[in-house]
């Protein structure tokens, strides 16, 4: 079992910038793809970014450019650099974790463990 808890959402304006982290605990031992994942009211959840044990990165490309995933495996902790950001930003932003071969690591199936998520307001 993986316990995820993400913070540093906030309410922001066009331009601004966040930092989101989310810390895992429990089984964290074995390696692990980390996500992020957004939903905004009235529509389904969508990738944002997504690291691997390794390190390699994904993007949407609607943030690409903007945001950037980065992970600190000592720390078992996952952050989302959020700059330029866009009322289109505005969601609930969740973490996620998937043990073992992920293909796709911007197919949401694959993750098994989700945070509670933290809401990221972005006013014009």
């Known amino acids: 079992q993986v316990h995820l808890v993400e913070s540093g959402g906030g309410l922001v304006q066009a331009g601004d910038s966040l930092r989101l982290s989310c810390a895992a605990s429990?089984?964290?031992?074995?390696?692990?793809?980390m996500g992020w994942f957004r939903q905004a009211p009235g529509k389904e959840r969508e990738f944002v970014a997504a690291?691997?044990?390794?390190?390699?990165?994904y993007y949407a490309d609607s943030v690409k450019g903007r945001f950037t995933i980065s992970r600190d495996n000592a720390k078992n902790t996952v952050y989302l650099q959020m700059n330029s950001l866009k009322p289109e930003d505005t969601a609930v932003h969740y973490c996620?974790?998937?043990?073992?071969?992920?293909?796709?690591?911007?197919?949401?199936?694959?993750?098994?463990?989700w945070g509670r998520g933290t809401q990221v307001t972005v006013s014009s």
């Open positions: 429990g089984r964290t031992g074995s390696s692990y793809t």
């Open positions: 996620t974790a998937a043990f073992g071969v992920v293909t796709n690591p911007t197919d949401p199936n694959p993750y098994v463990y």
């Open positions: 690291i691997r044990w390794t390190g390699r990165t």
